[in-house]
């Protein structure tokens, strides 16, 4: 399969997890930055890396990306050891730290030209690989601009069309978000996704946890150095409730939804809104929630508006650490 940087995604991903990180510790002088974590990766994955400032995120990165070594424990990429094998991790990956150097007396094409030279592309070859990264960032019209003169955003994606110029199998990206507006934070969004279709594996670091959520497979909590949680978005919005909390706007009485809800199997009234009402249902099943829907059109109630209340990542994750708080346990799930 073409990738949009041109070369095709590695037929054998699927022989070995992308990532795969087993009892990994890092300390320094005073500083216990990680702390015997464990998880692992499997090809074509977006996993999103949570954490406040200091949690361990950067250096299990930077432990990933070869550029530190563990205290203890093992890490793989690809297959290969971090450690005993770092060149042939540097090969099938992609890295974009929180703080990337640049040179800001170069045009962006001579950025990537520099790079490339240094990654060994030669010839037709390199130009070629220029063109498709600058296309796949959006960075073809800047060719010829300072790279002093971009603006934040523009970096971040020149940042990641360097990551991206020998077509890696992994990326990792530590923080590509920080700082960008609105608008270059939904663009850099698009093009983890578009890396993601294409089978590329991501592991994405963020404070931005409802962006994550949308385009991660799944989510990493670590707090002081330690894994908190592994799981999915969908479960972590659920938490672990057996019920549904619906949404319900309605044209007409208040008090018909309340009276339906009293009178209906499996649905309780909650409380009124301002155009309807919540109600709770005492299932997750899609076809539950579909029937008391259809119920509650047939029974005469003029819906409007029907929709599943979940909860923000960001309450998740407070939760979780609240749980560790209340437990007195360094792990949750």
């Not at 009485?253 to 499996?266: D, G, N, R």
Request: charged share 20%.
């Amino acid at each position: 399969m073409k990738t949009a940087c041109g070369s095709p995604v590695s037929e054998s991903a699927g022989s070995a997890p992308a990532i795969e990180v087993r009892n990994l510790s890092r300390w320094f002088p005073g500083v216990h930055a990680v702390r015997d974590i464990s998880f692992t990766v499997e090809p074509g994955q977006v996993i999103g890396f949570v954490g406040a400032n200091g949690a361990g995120k950067t250096t299990t990165m930077r432990i990933l990306a070869t550029l530190d070594h563990p205290s203890s424990g093992e890490a793989f990429v690809c297959g290969h050891n971090v450690v005993t094998h770092p060149a042939e991790v540097r090969r099938c990956i992609g890295w974009m730290p929180d703080h990337y150097g640049t040179y800001g007396h170069m045009t962006v094409l001579e950025y990537l030209d520099f790079f490339a030279r240094a990654l060994g592309f030669g010839g037709e070859e390199r130009i070629e690989r220029i063109a498709e990264v600058m296309e796949f960032t959006d960075l073809t019209g800047l060719a010829d601009r300072l790279i002093d003169a971009l603006s934040k955003g523009m970096g971040q994606r020149l940042c990641l069309g360097r990551a991206l110029l020998h077509d890696p199998e992994v990326l990792i990206l530590d923080e590509p978000a920080a700082g960008l507006d609105p608008k270059a934070r939904v663009e850099l969004k698009h093009l983890i996704r578009l890396l993601a279709q294409e089978g590329k594996t991501v592991l994405i670091s963020s404070h931005i946890l409802s962006e994550l959520g949308e385009m991660c497979d799944s989510l990493l909590f670590i707090n002081q150095g330690r894994v908190i949680h592994h799981g999915s978005a969908e479960s972590l919005r659920r938490g672990n409730s057996a019920a549904s909390l619906i949404e319900v706007q309605i044209t007409g009485s208040v008090a018909k939804l309340s009276a339906w809800a009293t009178l209906s199997p499996h649905v309780t009234f909650r409380e009124a809104t301002k155009s309807g009402g919540r109600i709770e249902i005492d299932s997750v099943e899609p076809a539950v929630i579909a029937s008391v829907l259809r119920r509650m059109i047939d029974d005469g109630i003029a819906v409007t508006d029907f929709h599943l209340q979940e909860r923000k990542l960001e309450d998740a994750f407070i939760e979780i650490l609240g749980e560790i708080e209340a437990s007195g346990s360094p792990f949750v799930s």
